[in-house]
Nanobody, 118 residues
Framework: QVQLVESGGGLVQAGGSLRLSCAAS????????VAWFRQAPGKEREFVAR????????SYADSVKDRFTISEDNAKNMLYLQMNSLKPEDTAVYYC???????????WGQGTQVTVFS
C-alpha cells in the first residue's frame, strides 16, 4: 500500500515556474512506476510525465516536453515535477500516481491546484 500527498501548487503568472512535490508513505517509490497527471475543468484527466527509477525511463506528453521535468528522490520517497515556462493551458489539478507498471496506476494522490494567469 502506498499513500501519496501532493503539494506545491498555486497561482503563477504565465512564463513562471512551479515545482510540485509528491510525498509517498508505505512502500518506497523505487518499486513502482510513477507519474504525474492533470485534469483541467471540464476535461478528462491526461498524462503529463512518468518515470521509473529501476529502468531509468522517463517520458513526457508532447504538450509539456522541454518545459517540465519529472524526477524522484528515492532516499526521501519523493516525486517532483518542475514546471517552467508555464502557460494558461497548464491550469489544472495535478495528481501524482504510482503503480506496478506504466499505464496501471493503483495509487493516486488527492491533487494540487495549479493556476496560470496571463
Amino acid at each position: 500500500q502506498v499513500q501519496l500527498v501532493e503539494s506545491g501548487g498555486g497561482l503563477v503568472q504565465a512564463g513562471g515556474s512551479l515545482r510540485l512535490s509528491c510525498a509517498a508513505s508505505g512502500r518506497t517509490f523505487s518499486m513502482y512506476a510513477v507519474a504525474w497527471f492533470r485534469q483541467a475543468p471540464g476535461k478528462e484527466r491526461e498524462f503529463v510525465a512518468r518515470t521509473r527509477w529501476s529502468e531509468a525511463s522517463t517520458s513526457y506528453a508532447d504538450s509539456v516536453k522541454d518545459r517540465f521535468t519529472i524526477s524522484e528522490d528515492n532516499a526521501k520517497n519523493m516525486l517532483y515535477l518542475q514546471m517552467n515556462s508555464l502557460k494558461p493551458e497548464d491550469t489544472a489539478v495535478y495528481y501524482c500516481a504510482a503503480g506496478t507498471s506504466f499505464g496501471e496506476y493503483q495509487y493516486w494522490g488527492q491533487g494540487t491546484q495549479v493556476t496560470v494567469f496571463s
